[in-house]
C-alpha cells in the first residue's frame, strides 16, 4: 500500500503565499514522478507542476513564475511554494505519485493524495 497525505492548504489574500506538502509512505522501491493538480469548481482537474526524481520540472503557464515544486528525496516530500496568489487559483490540490512498489518495481502506480483547499480570497 502506498499512502500520499497532503497538508498546507487554507485561506489566504490575493498576493500571499502558501506552501503545500505532500508526504508519501508504504511499500516504495522508487518514485518516478511527483506532481501536483488543482481542480476549481465545475473545471476539470488540471496540471499544476511535477517533477521527477532527477529534478526535471514542468509547470503549468499559469503559475509559471509564482509556484515552484520541490523535494525532499530522504523525506519522501515533495512541496509546492506558491506565491503572488491570485482568486482563480482558488481550487481543491491534490497531489500525485507515480511510484514503484516493492511487490511491483516494474509498473509505476499513480497515486493520488485526499486533497486540499486552496482559497484565495479578500
Known amino acids: 500500500q502506498v499512502q500520499l497525505v497532503e497538508s498546507g492548504g487554507g485561506l489566504v489574500q490575493p498576493g500571499g503565499s502558501l506552501r503545500l506538502s505532500c508526504a508519501v509512505s508504504?511499500?516504495?522501491?522508487?518514485?518516478?514522478?511527483m506532481g501536483w493538480y488543482r481542480q476549481a469548481p465545475g473545471k476539470e482537474r488540471e496540471l499544476v507542476a511535477t517533477?521527477?526524481?532527477?529534478?526535471?520540472?514542468n509547470s503549468a503557464d499559469s503559475v509559471k513564475g509564482r509556484f515552484s515544486i520541490s523535494i525532499d528525496n530522504a523525506k519522501n516530500t515533495w512541496y509546492l511554494q506558491m506565491n503572488s496568489l491570485k482568486p482563480e487559483d482558488t481550487a481543491v490540490y491534490y497531489c500525485?505519485?507515480?511510484?514503484?512498489?516493492?511487490?511491483?518495481?516494474?509498473?509505476?502506480?499513480?497515486?493520488w493524495g485526499q486533497g486540499t483547499q486552496v482559497t484565495v480570497s479578500l
Open positions: 517533477i521527477t526524481n532527477g529534478g526535471r520540472t
Open positions: 500525485n505519485a507515480l511510484v514503484r512498489t516493492r511487490r511491483n518495481k516494474y509498473t509505476p502506480g499513480d497515486y
Open positions: 508504504g511499500s516504495i522501491f522508487s518514485i518516478d514522478t
